[in-house]
């Protein structure tokens, strides 16, 4: 296995659309600050290991992509970083560092997201609430978000009736509201047309750059490409190659260990 | 064939009478098996989205509990209810029977089953397609499951209405426990049964169809509030449901 | 994590459950308490559909100001109610039972009212010939031709009367029923409907016969032999026995209609210008 390790710092403002400043201060942890330590981590479902052996440290800032054939780990990884799954297999370790003095706050958006018969922004408050934000917050905390993800105007109609693209969108509100430190996504915008998938992919660079670290699972290459700066390579399981954007998209020196994954998968723009 | 369009004349006579004794019944029908309703829908919705969550040990054989009672005969719950509240029996004390509240207990304890089976399915099934998302966002899963209860209120509803019908249609239960008293523990179901064995047949036939009637006229006028009270959502809900 | 969680929430539930239904009940329970100005009764179908009760009880209301509910059942269930102590007053017809219930000392005493009678109803066209003054001879008939009857089979008074009658007509009807015997396990009502849907005997008490209204071919064809009177006997639950027992008020009825007044009210009370029950009362006990 290959592993460069950067301290990265975070991605200046692109240029894109407009974005606010950061929601928080710079937090006295600082930024590249680890939050979250796995060692030789795994996890198993009955008799299969879905994951075995992987060692990373997430760094605040950073946005990483989790690529890979189908079956070969990346949503496990991904539920094992969130912390959802427990590390199951072996002597593994999952750490959470604690660089301001409390837990990381993390948040999951899923490729499809579940929403409730409830209007979207009952949908939002709901995960406020399940956060135990208090209730003199949840309102404005849930009309910023909705604003954020330009559906302020649809905050009243059901949430099942939006369009897939707006739903997605609900579903990033709904975790950006929780203001987290982390961002998990699993193929957000895998069942979304193309222009859904652009407005989606805006907002998750617009909340990177404003200092929230990403971890997204994709099977666009293009996405990947385009929003994160590390990318981890898991094949069968295993974490094979950890290296930056540019390094594993090299199209002079493809590394070996994925090249044919990265000749198999079409490069979507 | 007589008889049927005897009891038709009949019924609607019945209605137009509005005889006192008449409404007095159907007014105590509709109480007794409304607030066991109501208690029954406590107990058994809370009951059915834990069992849809829970992972005690014996939580199957609860499963299959609840499943069976589905077949729970309603003069066998009026019997086991009569033994607990009859003055030989526990709860003798507070001398319920041949009361209008046995009579809800025992129509609850025969909801209970109904609700918390058929909530149980509502709620694991919501929970199949969304409680992993409702555990990420941080629910317990008696909270989620509560709240599959809300994302599924329209199914709940059905099933409440089911049990309604259960509730007043049965005429074991109550026959045992309220004493079929002439103007105390009498209601529709009782009444009928009285008729049959007077030979009276036109007549329990009638009260049969009147029974029908104002159950009919419960259930047009929820619809009609569901369906004025948002007519776009209304017409959605018709997607959903 | 997760068994922790449903248990807490479970016993939270629970409590707040426990809460609700136990105000629940207290709000309709509210009502429906029986007062001091109350009394229960366990008497049988046969009696309450005779309509006796509507005449008669208001007048005893009337006199004492007490409100007797009556609960209607077979006279085995009104006695074993009675036993529980869920009633305060027993009023049945089967002497050898409530004498039974009195020696078992759930009763400290049995007093006559009244008597009404039986009569055997059967198809017009009587095709076992049995129509005439003598019962026993009648259902003799009927066995031996094992023409189609009715019985209650159901413990209550009628019964046994009619176990009784057999017994008299020299059938043992534990040994071997006759052919054409048929039990419901039912009141009344029901098996007249079923003999009258069958073309069957049956012997059923007259008041029930006067104000059923599916008769069908039915006929009354034996009555007036004295083997078909029918005692009833009016019975105080015993408070030493069941001590919320209302006893005094329970006295009041046993008094009241074993009294002049309770015993005319009785003899007045007629259906199509019939009188059904005739008061005993003082006719020894």
Redesign the interface.
């Given at each position: 296995m290959r592993r460069d390790e950067l301290a990265l710092p975070i991605a200046p403002p692109s240029a894109g659309p407009a974005h606010q400043v950061a929601h928080r201060p710079v937090p006295a942890g600082g930024v590249g600050a680890p939050l979250i330590t796995l060692r030789d981590a795994g996890v198993r479902f009955g008799d299969v290991a879905a994951l075995a052996g992987v060692s990373l440290t997430l760094q605040r800032g950073e946005q990483i992509a989790l690529v890979g054939a189908n079956g070969a780990g990346k949503t496990t990884l991904l539920r094992l970083l969130h912390g959802t799954l427990p590390s199951s297999a072996g002597p593994g370790s999952r750490i959470e560092h604690q660089p301001d003095g409390r837990a990381p706050v993390a948040a999951m958006m899923f490729q499809r997201p579940f929403l409730l018969h409830l209007s979207a922004a009952r949908n939002v408050r709901l995960a406020l609430w399940l956060h135990g934000v208090p209730r003199a917050e949840r309102a404005a905390r849930t009309m910023r978000a909705l604003e954020r993800v330009g559906l302020a105007g649809l905050a009243a109609r059901p949430a099942r009736t939006l369009s897939g693209g707006e739903q997605q969108r609900l579903a990033l509100a709904r975790a950006w509201a929780l203001e987290p430190d982390i961002l998990f996504l699993d193929e957000p915008t895998a069942s979304l047309d193309p222009s859904a998938r652009r407005e989606v992919e805006q907002l998750v660079a617009a909340l990177a750059a404003d200092g929230v670290t990403t971890v997204m699972t994709t099977h666009n290459l293009g996405q990947a490409k385009r929003l994160a700066r590390r990318v981890l390579y898991l094949d069968h399981g295993r974490l094979r190659l950890d290296l930056p954007t540019e390094r594993f998209f090299d199209p002079q020196r493809p590394p070996p260990e994925a090249a044919e994954f990265l000749r198999g998968e079409l490069p979507w723009n | 064939m007589d008889t049927i369009a005897d009891s038709l004349h009949l019924a609607l006579a019945l209605i137009a009478d509005a005889d006192e004794r008449l409404l007095a019944i159907v007014g105590l029908s509709l109480r007794v098996s409304a607030?066991a309703c109501?208690?029954g829908a406590?107990?058994g919705l809370?009951g059915g989205a834990?069992l849809a969550?829970?992972?005690?040990p014996g939580h199957r054989l609860l499963v299959w509990a609840s499943n069976t009672l589905l077949a729970l005969p309603a003069v066998v719950v009026g019997l086991l209810v009569y033994l607990m509240l009859?003055?030989?029996?526990p709860l003798?004390?507070?001398?319920?029977?041949?009361?209008?509240?046995a009579m809800?207990?025992a129509q609850a304890v025969l909801v209970v089953p109904l609700i918390a089976a058929l909530a149980r399915r509502l709620v694991a099934d919501a929970m199949t397609?969304?409680g992993?998302?409702?555990?990420?966002?941080?629910?317990?899963?008696?909270?989620a499951a509560m709240?599959m209860l809300?994302?599924?209120?329209?199914g709940v509803a059905t099933v409440l209405l089911t049990a309604f019908g259960r509730a007043i249609s049965e005429v074991g239960a109550v026959m045992i426990v309220g004493?079929?008293?002439?103007g105390?523990t009498r209601v529709m179901t009782t009444a009928i049964a009285?008729e049959?064995?007077?030979?009276?047949?036109p007549l329990a036939l009638a009260l049969g169809i009147v029974l029908l009637g104002v159950v009919g006229l419960i259930y047009g006028l929820i619809a009609v509030v569901q369906a004025l009270s948002s007519p776009r959502?209304a017409a959605?809900r018709q997607a959903?449901a | 994590m997760e068994l922790i969680d449903a248990r807490q929430a479970a016993r939270a539930a629970t409590r707040r459950l426990m809460l609700g239904l136990g105000l629940a009940l207290a709000l309709s329970a509210g009502g429906a308490r029986a007062q001091d100005q109350t009394l229960m009764m366990a008497s049988t179908t046969s009696t309450e559909q005779s309509g006796l009760f509507g005449h008669l009880l208001p007048r005893f209301q009337q006199a004492t100001g007490i409100e007797v509910r009556v609960v209607a059942v077979g006279t085995g269930q009104a006695l074993d109610i009675g036993r529980r102590g869920d009633a305060d007053i027993v009023f049945v017809h089967n002497k050898a039972a409530e004498e039974k219930f009195v020696a078992d000392g759930f009763s400290t005493a049995r007093k006559d009212v009244m008597y009404n009678d039986f009569v055997l109803v059967g198809p017009k066209s009587d095709p076992a010939g049995v129509a005439g003054k003598d019962v026993a001879a009648a259902l003799n008939k009927i066995a031996t031709r094992g023409a189609p009857f009715v019985s209650r089979g159901d413990k209550s008074g009628t019964h046994a009367a009619e176990l009784r009658l057999w017994k008299g007509a020299g059938v043992d009807i534990a040994a071997a029923k006759p052919a054409g015997y048929r039990e419901c396990g039912c009141g009344m009502g029901p098996a007249l409907n079923m003999a009258s849907s069958t073309g069957a005997y049956l012997l059923t008490d007259r008041g029930t016969w006067i104000s059923f209204k599916n008769r069908g071919d039915l006929a009354i064809l034996v009555e007036g032999d004295t083997k078909l009177f029918n005692q009833y006997g009016v019975m105080v639950v015993n408070p030493a026995r069941h001590p919320h027992v209302k006893a005094a008020a329970a006295q009041r009825f046993a008094d009241w209609i074993t009294s002049a007044a309770g015993q005319q009210a009785i003899a007045d009370y007629k259906i199509g210008g019939e009188q059904l029950f005739f008061p005993n009362a003082n006719a020894g006990n």
């Open positions: - | 607030t109501a208690l406590a107990v809370l834990w969550v829970a992972r005690v009859s003055r030989a029996g003798g004390d507070a001398g319920l029977l041949f009361t209008p509240t809800v207990i397609e969304g992993e998302q409702l555990r990420s966002l941080g629910a317990a899963p008696m909270t709240l809300l994302h599924t209120r329209f004493g079929n008293i002439d105390v009285l049959t064995s007077k030979g009276d047949l959502a959605t959903w | -």
